[in-house]
């Protein structure tokens, strides 16, 4: 028999008691933050879960403060363990045969707030964030418009997880306006270098594992043993300005046409909650090293969609139409070539996939591919783009399809807005 909650949720909905996404919320603008479950059109309080002695497995009886704090981390670091006990406590609370909240009239009405009421802040305290380059589709149109046909995916790549360490300090929640950053890029001919506003500002449709427990510093994490360390997943849209970045990032790697902006969606989507949408890995060759070896090579079937709503327009555009399972290297290999130096993650850490690109053009993860770097504009409900233009809007949305229900993440979305003093982009 089907898992059924006492709340009514809508078949579309993306928050179905098989899901039960973590996030971070304020009920109030001046109320402290306190972690949540999202469940059909509400928030579950979880702080009043708490305090109300409803988590008594165990693992949590000892450590029910893990939700009185304005974060998830210390929930993270308890393990797997404590997040199975967390969703197995919770499935039983939500459903429709268990009284303990549904019969309870006070304890119902403060514990259940309407979505459309809350504030949505980034879920995790983010103490380091790397972004991946995992998808082979992407990498591969990349290193086509960049280099040519000829050799477009360094041989490199398909031995390891390439990545880049980035910035955790500008890692935004869903709604947050994004500056256009300005910095520099390619000089013309003789000329110094242009400096102004980006004139080729783009989003990349990525996913970002939320890391649990890290590991000690020196002690790398095994391949076949790094999902436990891995609590779920949010949407991200590193947004990318091309032209700082073309002309920034040899010989280091990307910097200022990265650092100005990351978006995350506000809710987490446990493994637990997908592990019915897991499917097989694409197959590796040449064979990855053994360090790298999986016992069981799974990706997860996870639809996303990108739209642009398009500077003063009512409308938005569906110009991405891509999967999760496109990714050629796994979380779990990310996990572990990240720690195979002895380098120490820590709960809260992100990792980001890098663009998540498909095989087909309608597929691709960003309009540097969409757009083959401006050479082939995109109509948007009868305007074209090359790139972001300020005041458009970009709308990232992902979801599994299960046999009735959805387990899906909402909406990652931001605003491009102009710089400080106005203008758009000019030569100085």
């Known amino acids: 028999m089907a898992l059924k909650s006492f709340i009514e949720v809508h078949p579309d909905s993306h928050f179905p008691i098989q899901n039960l996404p973590y996030g971070v919320f304020k009920p109030e603008p001046a109320s402290p933050a306190r972690p949540g479950v999202a469940i059909g059109d509400y928030v579950l309080d979880l702080s009043v879960v708490a305090s109300a002695g409803l988590f008594d497995g165990p693992v949590l009886k000892n450590n029910s403060d ?3 704090q304005p974060d998830l981390n210390k929930f993270l670091a308890l393990g797997r363990p404590a997040w199975k006990e967390a969703r197995s406590t919770l499935q039983k609370l939500l459903s429709a045969t268990e009284p303990a909240l549904r019969d309870n009239a006070a304890l119902r009405q403060k514990a259940l707030v309407p979505l459309s009421k809350v504030k949505m802040l980034v879920p995790i305290s983010i103490g380091d964030y790397t972004d991946f380059f995992s998808s082979m589709h992407h990498a591969k149109n990349c290193g086509t418009i960049f280099r040519g046909p000829e050799n477009p995916i360094p041989a490199n790549w398909f031995h390891l997880p390439i990545a880049y360490h980035g910035r955790a300090s500008s890692i935004v929640i869903s709604g947050t306006d994004i500056i256009r950053p300005r910095g520099q890029g390619h000089p013309a001919g003789n000329s110094p270098p242009y400096f102004g506003p980006s004139l080729k500002l783009d989003f990349e449709l990525e996913m970002a594992a939320v890391v649990g427990p890290g590991n000690e510093l020196g002690k790398p994490v095994d391949v076949n043993e790094a999902a436990d360390h891995i609590f779920g997943l949010v949407l991200m849209n590193d947004w990318s300005a091309r032209d700082i970045q073309a002309w920034e990032y040899v010989p280091l790697g990307p910097f200022l046409g990265k650092s100005f902006g990351t978006t995350v969606s506000p809710w987490i989507v446990t493994l637990d909650a997908l592990e019915p949408f897991a499917c097989d890995a694409p197959k590796q060759n040449p064979p990855p090293l053994p360090y790298l070896a999986e016992k069981i090579s799974k990706n997860y079937d996870i639809s996303l969609e990108v739209q642009i709503k398009p500077a003063g327009q009512e409308n938005s555009s569906v110009v991405t139409r891509s999967n999760f399972n496109h990714l050629y290297w796994t979380l779990t290999q990310q996990l572990a070539h990240h720690t195979i130096n002895g380098c120490n993650l820590r709960p809260g850490d992100l990792l980001g996939t890098g663009t998540i690109s498909g095989p087909e053009p309608e597929s691709y993860g960003c309009l540097l591919e969409l757009t083959w770097n401006g050479q082939k504009p995109l109509s948007l409900n009868g305007t074209t783009r090359k790139f972001l233009e300020d005041g ?24 491009i807005i102009p710089p400080p003093g106005g203008g758009r982009c000019c030569f100085w």
């Open 392 to 415: 458009d809007e970009v709308i990232f949305s992902g979801y599994s399809k299960g046999n009735g229900y959805n387990v899906g993440f909402g909406t990652c979305s931001g605003k």
């Open 66 to 68: 893990s939700f009185l």
